[in-house]
């Protein structure tokens, strides 16, 4: 079992910065691969960045969604166990909750929310206008 706990979220202004942090508990994070997801009020659960684990030779893959490119960037520390999101530039329509997400191994494809086995509580990210 992997527990996930997400922190960082926050009030931000547009334009401004935060990083979301996602702590593993239960499992050395290194053979997992991690993903980032968001929901706003009265939508769907969406991609928006993912770290792809793809074994000892191929190591790791990022991904973002074109709606976050060039603002957020998604690493890992395993030394800490933690994922984190960088977010820049942050616009009042990336308010949301974010979840971070995690399966052992490869993914096939990583922005389908049910290819992943555990998930976090959530954190709230709001952006003010």
């Known amino acids: 079992q992997v527990q996930l706990v997400e922190s960082g979220g926050g009030l931000v202004q547009d334009g401004g910065s935060l990083r979301l942090s996602c702590a593993a508990s239960g499992r050395s994070l290194r053979n997992y691969s991690m993903g980032w997801f968001r929901q706003a009020p009265g939508k769907e659960r969406e991609f928006v960045a993912a770290?792809?684990?793809?074994?000892?030779?191929?190591?790791?893959?990022?991904y973002v969604s074109d709606s976050v490119k060039g603002r957020f960037t998604i690493s890992r520390d395993n030394a800490k166990n933690t994922v984190y999101l960088q977010m820049n530039s942050l616009k009042p329509e990336d308010t949301a909750v974010y979840y971070c997400?995690?399966?052992?191994?490869?993914?096939?494809?990583?922005?389908?929310?049910?290819?992943?086995?555990?998930w976090g509580q959530g954190t709230q990210v709001t952006v003010s206008s």
């Open positions: 770290n792809r684990w793809g074994g000892m030779w191929t190591g790791s893959s990022t």
């Open positions: 997400s995690a399966k052992y191994g490869n993914l096939a494809r990583v922005s389908r929310d049910d290819e992943y086995d555990y």
